[in-house]
């Protein structure tokens, strides 16, 4: 950290592990706006976890400080890699890069055909927290295709044959999950088959392995609708965002099958995979690794298609979502407004089935 300014002067900092405190010439109060200058260096863990350099490829993840909500206090959280410990809320970016050479940008904001460039801006609205990958030309084939009002780009590595299969399947699940779930606001999304199976705002990294597309490509880009347009706190209620995610991609995958059943293959496998909390809305930090999983990715879907299976199936299912997505798109949505939409949405008293599994 070089250096934090406001309008010239030096503010007092701390940083602290994954916090940095500013402390204000004056209190902010609501409403009021403040701009603060933050100078700073950062180097590439190589093959690091998400933040990451790969060969001559760099993964700008979580690569800027990051302004935290405030609900009652920051919420800030220890960095725990079983899920997502950030949360953080909708902003609008400029980003001004210059590289040392030519590289293939994919950003959280629309960036255009897939042509290496080593300077440019970039600008994008309604981003919850900006990624962009800056990728070595010659590591990398690219297929661009388009679904609705959104061009998806999709990146593979050079050597890789299933471009043509990943690119079918992301517009398959995409305009899935628009048609059914709702309208996706914005101009593209980019796909990376770096094996990160991680979830940004616009931009998602997928695997390069074409036994685990279905499952993990789908899941990523379901989160488009669940973490990104619909937003929550992931550390506290991950299953928010995680579980809504694996049963959107269960029920497109039995779509895809042609059955009502055969997309939660993969969440029964989580299930069965360990000994699974009674209650999914622990904190990361309360949660096991395996115990999360089986939870938050595997029982809670599986729940929720039960509950939904007495009750019209998949189809009613979808309309629910639907009808989620409309009410909190752009929004953060809290447990007791999750809770309280159910009730109301669904005829008669769900108390005892929430109960069952949220605490
Ligand atoms: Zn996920």
Redesign the pocket.
Known sequence: MNSITSSEDELRYELNGGSLFIELESDLTPGEQQAVTIEYTLTLPENGIRLAQVENNYYLAHWYPMLAEYDGGWQVNDYDPKGESYETGYGDYTVTYQLPEDYLIATSAPDGPAEASSSGTLTGEAIKDFYAAFLDPADWQVAERTSGNTELRVFVPAESEILEETAELSVEAFAYFEENIGDYPFAELDLIANDGYM?YPNIVEVPMDEELLDSILV??IA?QWFYYLVANDPYENAWL??SL?EFSTGLFLSDYYGDEDSGFQNAKAYEESYETETYADLALDEFDTPAYYATVYGKVPLLVKGFFDERGGNEAALEFLAVYYGEFQFQRVTKQQFREFFETYFEGDQQAFLDSWLQ
């Open positions: 979830e899941h990523e989160h965002d995680e995610t």
